[in-house]
């Protein structure tokens, strides 16, 4: 596995998304009337907790930590 | 018209909210309301995901599904990855038992189960099926009269083909005909079938390869008198916007081909504001393509 596709892995471990929002992209969100932050994981920390749950559970990030 | 659960994924509504914007507000006028997939993630990207660990990707897709299976509505998304995750999760679960017992065991421990009751549909599929290219004719506000577009399909979207059922992978028209619905020119291009570059983990692994690719595309496409091009996929969208600014940073090229999402030149066509389509939000300038609509 190559260091770059370990970084996006590590994003989902910590965001659940392989492309986090960022605070540039709540301000436009909000300009257009959108919720600031999606409705996504990212505004429900549970279920990031239960994202997080089924890649531990199934062994990718021993998996992504053994390949590296 | 039916709600729709919408799959956001990662890249529109955490870089390209426009596409999000663009998408709710089009559909909206087809009486087609876009319901929040509360708590979704990462589809997963079929590239590094699925290429890395073939059952997390599945796992992880599956809960997707179940929490709009919850919802009691079908999913649409605006990305061709979150599609082809989705739909082949989908079929794949609803086609072999075994696997789909092993997933729901695993589901279990969230309280969550899998039980094969949407169907994953495409943004383009909600506009040429559930609403109907007549039906979008007629609604046409401001008619995108002499401008011609270049029509990129992305791999995902229709391959692979005998799961997909979207007619031939090599010829397809539906984008073609959006486009005509709109009063605008779909023009011909070498390699139209051609990828963006980013796909399969590429963007990611060597941006110089992808971006290759990239260029390679849009010389295509500018080459046949292209006055913007439009996409269906909010991964390629980034491929040829960012990219196009990444190539003339790096490489010293001189790009300016206008990007726009299949469902913002919908929005513009039926009379809404660029600004609200989320379109000055691109990295690429809008301006030659807005001038010439209005």
Known sequence: ?68 | MRDYAYFLGCIAPNRYPGIEAATRKSLSEFGIDLLDVRGASCCPAPGVFGSFDLWTWLVVAARNIVIAEEMNADITTTCNGCYATLQEANHLLKHNVDLRNRVNESLAKAGRQYRGSLEVKHVIELLSDEVGFERIEKKVKKPLKGVKIAVHYGCHFLKPSETRMHGSPERPAVLDDLVRALGAESIDYKDKAMCCGAGGGVRAANLEIALDMTAEKIDNMIEAGADCLMTPCQFCHLQFDRGQVELNEKFGGSYQLPVVFVTQLTGLALGMDARELGLYDNAISMESLLKKIH
């Open chain 1, 1 to 68: 596995m190559r260091e770059d596709h370990v970084r996006v892995c590590q994003l989902v471990f910590k965001h659940g998304h392989a492309v986090p929002i960022n605070d540039e992209v709540k301000a436009i969100r909000k300009r257009l009337a959108l919720s600031e932050v999606p409705p996504t994981v990212h505004q429900y920390p549970e279920a990031l907790k239960e994202v997080i749950g089924i890649l531990d559970e199934t062994g990718f990030r021993a998996l992504v930590e053994k390949k590296r």
